[in-house]
């Protein structure tokens, strides 16, 4: 396995730490305002499935061949849902968490990547879970997570529309 994947992957584990951070002083800041949380059963499972796909690609890399034109098209795609990620956290600003804590009263955000789709943060999850392991062919880890990923997403997303729908001003 490559020296640059590896340090790749601990540079997106790095940002996750770093969402944490933010994650974290929103929900202090949301909580100050009488924010609600909901959907706290299923947040344990996403830390659990996220943190495994770091691992699974590391793990699976290790027996898997580096392919120049779709590694780096994946490198690409990665830094791509970063800037998605980071410019729905921008866009959200106190309001956007890990977890889904909504203020009551506050309007539904309609900027940024919001103008456009309900949900860019988990197209960038969808994009970054298929790409990060195939930047080492690691594809039983990118079918694993997508796979996994898909009935935590709708029961994510249904969270979500219900906290957004009974506590945001329309």
């Known amino acids: ?4 994947y590896v340090v790749f992957v601990l540079l997106v584990a ?3 730490v770093a969402e944490l951070v933010v994650s974290l002083r929103n929900a202090r800041w949301s ?3 009488g924010g609600v949380e909901y959907g706290r059963r299923h947040y344990p499972f996403m830390v659990a499935l996220h943190t495994a796909l770091l691992g699974g690609c590391l793990a699976e890399a290790a027996h898997r061949p580096f392919i120049p034109w779709l ?3 994946m490198v690409v795609v990665v830094l791509l849902s970063q800037a998605l ?3 729905c956290i921008s866009a959200l600003g106190h309001q956007w968490n890990t977890r889904v804590i909504v203020v009551p009263g506050l309007h539904l955000v309609a900027g940024g990547p919001y103008r456009w789709i309900r949900h860019p943060n988990y ?3 969808v994009a970054e879970g298929i790409a990060l392991p195939l930047v080492h062919t690691a594809w039983v880890t990118a079918v694993a997570f997508t796979v996994l990923n898909i009935p935590l997403l709708a029961i ?4 979500e529309e219900a906290a957004l729908n009974s506590a945001l001003v329309k």
Not at 1 to 4: P, W
Not at 156 to 159: A, D, G, P, V
């Open 71 to 73: 590694g780096w098209t």
């Open 123 to 125: 197209v960038a999850v």
């Open 14 to 16: 790095a940002e996750r």
């Open 31 to 33: 909580f100050a305002q």
């Open 1 to 4: 396995m490559d020296t640059f």
């Open 156 to 159: 994510r997303i249904r969270s």
């Open 85 to 87: 990620r980071w410019w």
